[in-house]
């Protein structure tokens, strides 16, 4: 680790890291908030979806299943950049197709595509910045 010329600075890569961190983990609590949201029920249908409420139709099935993925990926953001990277490629996969056939085939909105570009964003910079991390590791170790 870099070390710095005053004692409260926090070297810039570590600076980066803590950024990413940051911005993953209030992205994690709103998500936190609608994976809960998607077991409430209501008299006019799900508060999550325009459809009645039926919390393990094949729709919240997906939702909940890509909850687990995101959490995995976002375990991982704390240990590997370059996994956590790939997995939320996955999930951006996932919840696009997601969104485009199971919301196409049930006939709904499908409003959760607005999730796909901060992580899709957050994942290419953890892919970039591992790659930058491994290249600068390999020309120190020449």
């Not at 890291?17 to 936190?32: D, G, N, R």
């Not at 995995?72 to 996955?90: R, V």
């Not at 969104?99 to 994942?123: E, H, R, W």
């Amino acid at each position: 680790m870099e070390k710095s010329k005053d004692k409260g600075d926090v070297p810039p890569k570590r600076k980066y890291s803590i950024i990413i961190q940051v911005i993953t983990s209030l992205f994690a609590l709103f998500y936190v908030w609608f994976f809960i949201l998607s077991f409430i029920p209501s008299p006019q249908g799900s508060p999550i979806a325009d459809h009645p409420y039926t919390p393990w139709d094949i729709e919240m099935v997906t939702v909940k299943l890509l909850f687990i993925l995101f959490l995995i990926g976002f375990y991982y953001s704390w240990k590997s950049k370059m996994t956590a990277g790939l997995i939320y490629l996955l999930w951006c996969a996932a919840l696009f197709w997601q969104v485009m056939y199971i919301s196409k085939l049930l006939n709904i909105s499908g409003d959760g595509v607005m999730f796909i570009p901060p992580i899709l964003i957050i994942a290419i910079i953890l892919i970039i910045s591992s790659l930058i991390e491994k290249r600068k590791e390999k020309i120190a170790l020449t």
